[in-house]
């Protein structure tokens, strides 16, 4: 029987944002399921949208031997301290060595590929390293990738296979630990590692001109399937996570297979051209009249993407320069308990209302002035008086396409109210991803006229299907709609920062 060991580590690094992924990161629950260990990892981890669910799916189809190792995952934020990625990695090094004399086939990991340590820059390479010297040159090492994996050198010479998500808000992630499963077992069935070939960008590409409900991305990834499907040649193409100070931070092709260099380069000359990327965005003052003039005449609710505070992308998600431009525009005024905002992570504040009651009004600052890449603060705390319009614990299983199926934990959560705007305000840090994250506090987003929703593109695949319209806005926060306003220090030379 084919044994093959599992284990995960998923962690997107914003070099630039002020908040560390810590060992209790790892342990939260809060985008992620808490650190796990054993059989745990199966029996926790399946049956959801995630890579590593995927991958057992066809596992046990093929009735392989699944040994599980450990399993991490951190909301997005600044470095992996050095104290958590050496107690992840130790505990699967252990079980690797565990497993080995009891005869392992191959290994895979569940990794994120834009995670960067206090101690390795590229640290899922350095994960992979330190398995290839327990294994040895010739056991296949297999791993799934998100699609902002910063690719490295390393990654892809010390694996036997690669592949990465397709779809962004990320609809496909147990379908890719799915495509994961069928490399590893071309792989064994070869008997040597396939042909393999790669090209790299020259810049970087902004988050928000990379999802694929829109172009070029769309079409970019139409061109990947057909060519995939046309060929045999397992392909990807990893966007890059753009706010990584490293040297191989930036976007990647490539491919796994016999034709892979002709169809790689096919897929390149089709997708590189610097003018196809160029997102587009609006200061928060203009984005809220903007969503305000479609609210006006729309029956469906206008969507604003606060990006530059997106928890998913290193933000601490409380910055206040969205709900300040609400307020100065007076939206709640003009639509009374129909504009929302989330989700606005402040735990003194979710406290104050736990304590207060439903219906109570509290005098409290919320949000918080944070430092942001052009070393200013952003917009100050919100000062007021808010009325308490709903509680929650803060548990929710995600419904929508994206992590469908998976328990977050958010803590004391609340619904406060202040001036007709309604903010979810929650004691864990989650991006508004699912519209089941309202819910829990008592806000239906399709009932509102306007939604402030802190992310940057996974909000799409819940929130589109239900807007108007979709604006993107660039109130000030940690995470940089535009990689050119990053100060870089490690980026290689030959990477422009913008396309």
Known sequence: MTRILIAGYQHETNTFAPSLADWTAFNRGESFPAFMRGQAVIEQLSGINIPIAGFIDVAKRLRWELVPSAWAGATPSSYVTQDAFERISQAIMEDVQRALPQGLDGVYLDLHGAAVAENADDSEGELISRIRQLVGPAMPIIASLDLHANVTKRMLALSDGLVSYRTYPHIDMADTGELAAQLMQRRLKLGRKESMHVRRFPYLISLNAQSTWMEPAKTA?????????????????????????????????????????????????AVSQPSLWQPEWFPAREAVVQ????????????????????????????????????????????????????????????????????????????????????????????????????????????????????TVQMGLSACLEIEGILVAVVSGKMQLLDRELLRTVGIHAEKMKIVVAKSSNHFRADFTPIASQVIVAKAPGPMAADPSDLPWKKLSPQTRTRP
């Open 291 to 406: 969503a305000m003039a479609k609210a006006a005449t729309a029956s469906l609710p206008a969507v604003i993407a606060d990006t530059q505070d997106n928890p998913g992308a290193g933000g601490d998600s409380n910055t206040t320069g969205m709900l300040h431009a609400l307020l100065q525009q007076g939206a709640g005024k003009v639509y009374p308990g129909q504009v929302a905002l989330g989700l606005m992570f402040d735990p003194n504040t979710a406290k104050m209302a736990h304590e207060a009651g439903i219906g109570a009004q509290i005098d409290c600052a919320l949000g918080k002035a944070v430092p942001i890449f052009t070393g200013q603060l952003s917009d100050p705390p919100v000062q007021g008086r808010f009325t308490v319009k709903a509680l929650s614990d803060g548990q929710c299983v995600l419904k929508g396409p994206m992590m469908t199926g998976v």
């Open 221 to 269: 990834y139409e061109q990947l399937l057909a060519l995939d499907h046309d060929s045999g040649v397992m392909l990807s193409f990893c966007m890059g996570f753009p706010a990584s100070d490293f040297d191989e931070c930036g976007p990647v092709v490539w491919g796994h297979g016999e034709q892979a260099e002709k169809v790689v380069e096919q897929l390149f000359q």
